[in-house]
């Protein structure tokens, strides 16, 4: 693979890379870069963090990365996950182990670190406080909406202001070349390029992936809204989990919310979109919808949504074929887990399920 490939491959489906002139260099200069990718021990993995964020590591493997999954059991406790029960938060990381391994992202160059043991490294703290020490605090407050927080007033914790100063420190002190994440945490992200020349540290490159909004309501249009409308484990009807059964799936979608012509506001247009057509393009497959009027086939999600707009697929067309498609692609992982159901009885009895 040369490197045009290799940088068609990172930017295929991500929301943003910055820089793509970096990311070209960087390939151009070393033949296994380091990447990361931080996951909060949070809960059941959904269509968001485990279908997008995996094609996206699976991308960084191919490529010929070093991928660095980090299990942030710190940056959970200050959140609050699991009520800051570090035994839950734990029971939650192997599961996310076993997930990303049903999803494909394994091999000699994939490596999971707790965060934990990155705090204990010398030279954790110091490098936090230096961070600090060149940030306002307006700064550090505007970072916090990846955690699902608007403003200041929501602020009932300090601990909850080290987060994203976290989350730089954790991209010095691993020194990866790349970081991966939802385009929600791009503000945290941008936090630690733009300290980093100050502190003479490594200026990463970031690969921003997109948001998949719930299926339970219109999507916004602003880009600061579309975060907190994102598919969420703490809402289980708006989110599809990797490992829900097939009648499950259909119950969900069947629920969703798509309406008759429109696309922007629509969350089904994004599931396709970020989603189905990918993975159905993966699998060296085409879309096909049946209609009341006839089978439609698309190669492109452009003709898919212009059709639907245009009044030539019913709402139910649609959700039928997402229904297919998503079975098929989460087969896999079913069966991986059916093979490894202790996993998932553990995290049903932490999710009390």
């Not at 991928?67 to 990381?93: E, P, T, V």
């Not at 297919?324 to 692609?329: K, P, T």
Request: with cysteine.
């Amino acid at each position: 693979m040369n490197v045009d490939d290799k940088v068609s491959m990172i930017m295929d489906g991500a929301a943003e890379v910055i820089t793509v002139e970096e990311l070209r260099r960087l390939f151009q200069e070393k033949s296994e870069p380091l990447v990361y990718w931080g996951f909060e021990c949070s809960g059941y993995i959904h269509l968001g963090i485990g279908l997008v964020t995996s094609r996206k590591m699976r991308h960084f493997i191919k490529t010929g990365m070093h991928l660095i999954i980090l299990l942030a059991d710190w940056h959970s406790w200050i959140n609050n996950k699991f009520g800051g029960d570090m035994d839950k938060i734990r029971i939650a990381g192997e599961y996310f182990k076993h997930a990303f391994t049903s999803l494909g992202v394994k091999g000699s160059n994939v490596e999971y670190m707790w965060a934990e043991d990155l705090v204990n490294k010398d030279g954790y703290w110091e490098t936090l406080i230096k961070i600090a020490k060149k940030v306002s605090l307006n700064r550090v407050i505007r970072s916090l909406p990846i955690m699902g927080r608007r403003d200041s007033s929501e602020i009932t914790e300090f601990a909850w202001l080290i987060y994203p100063l976290m989350q730089a420190t954790d991209i010095f002190m691993l020194g990866v070349d790349v970081a991966g994440a939802g385009i929600d945490q791009r503000k945290a992200h941008m936090l630690a390029r733009d300290v980093a020349p100050a502190l003479n540290m490594k200026k990463a490159v970031y690969v921003h992936t997109p948001l998949l909004p719930s299926l339970d309501g219109e999507v916004p249009l602003s880009k600061e809204e579309i975060i907190y409308s994102k598919m969420s484990k703490s809402r289980p009807g708006s989110a599809i989990f990797i490992h829900d059964d097939e009648e499950t799936i259909k119950k969900k979608i069947m629920k969703g919310y798509c309406p008759p012509k429109e696309t922007a506001r629509n969350p089904f247009m994004y599931l396709y979109k970020i989603v189905i057509f990918p993975y159905v393009r993966d699998m060296g497959r085409i879309i096909v919808i049946n209609t009341r009027q006839g089978e439609r086939t698309y190669t492109d999600y452009e003709s898919f949504e212009k059709d639907y707009a245009d009044g030539k697929m019913h709402p139910l067309d649609i959700k039928e074929a997402a229904i297919f498609y998503l079975n098929s692609i989460l087969d896999p992982v079913r069966k991986y887990f059916d093979a490894h159901s202790d996993i998932l009885e553990s995290m049903n009895s932490i999710m009390k399920i």
